[in-house]
């Protein structure tokens, strides 16, 4: 089914760790974005990007790497795992122009940080 | 930065009971999404409302942006248990695509 897929669901890390939040999408999408969601806080946009190549910042981008070297993919990097990282991610996806469908979202990857 | 807030934080209703819940922001809305979330899963896109006095329907969920667009409302009839799950608002603040999201509104149905 077309969407967007994250890999993997559940991971644990130790304090220190490093680790990749993958992020795939089949509709061709311009756009992609990952967010954090915590209990009480709603969803916070780490980073984002517009196309192949073009990545930002957003609300809470510390701690986190993103790159984007296609139009499907997009990976988000724990440089070094700490416990406020502890979190469910979304990665998210949208179209140039009108998106009256909204944002397709991933299914979100639980990550604890012991 | 844009802000949402929604309200009520919980509900607690019963079958068959019509409740609404509201996302008001503190700047105007140019796009504003309606998304709900069961525990554990991701987000389930519902509605977007653009225009002021905009108002959408899908089965017995329906969405108004008030005509100043800075509040919008989520209304549904006749709750079953399939409605339960958190419902979230979230504006499109009109930047490369980002979204704000309010705190969301934790919805349970009791049968």
């Known amino acids: 089914n077309a969407g967007v897929t994250q890999t993997p669901k559940f991971q644990v890390l130790k304090t220190g760790q490093s680790m990749t939040l993958q992020c795939a999408q089949d509709?061709?999408?311009?756009?992609m974005s990952w967010y954090r969601q915590d209990p009480g806080m709603g969803l916070r946009l780490i980073h984002y990007?517009?196309?192949?190549?073009?990545?930002d910042q957003g609300e809470v981008p510390n701690g986190y790497n993103v790159s984007r070297s296609t139009t499907e993919d997009f990976p988000l990097r724990l440089l070094s795992a700490a416990p406020s990282q502890t979190s469910v991610y979304f990665c998210?996806?949208?179209?140039?122009?009108?998106?009256?469908?909204?944002?397709?979202f991933g299914s979100g990857t639980r990550l604890t940080v012991v | 930065s844009q802000e949402l807030e929604q309200s009520p934080q919980s509900l607690i209703v019963q079958e068959g009971k019509n409740l609404t819940i509201n996302c008001t922001s503190s700047?105007?809305?140019?796009?504003l999404y309606w998304y709900k979330q069961k525990y554990g899963e991701g987000l389930i896109f519902l509605m977007m409302?653009?225009?002021?006095?905009e108002e959408k329907s899908h089965e017995k969920i329906t969405a108004k942006l008030d005509e100043k667009k800075q509040q919008s409302s989520l209304h549904i009839t006749a709750s079953q248990p399939s409605h339960a799950g958190i419902y979230l608002c979230?504006?499109?603040?009109?930047?490369?695509?980002?979204?704000?999201f309010g705190s969301g509104t934790q919805l349970t149905v009791l049968p």
């Open positions: 998210a996806s949208s179209p140039t122009g009108g998106a009256d469908y909204g944002y397709t």
């Open positions: 509709m061709n999408h311009e756009y």
């Open positions: 990007s517009v196309g192949a190549g073009i990545t």
């Open positions: 700047k105007t809305l140019y796009g």
């Open positions: 409302l653009q225009k002021g006095g």
């Open positions: 979230g504006a499109d603040t009109g930047s490369a695509r980002q979204l704000t």
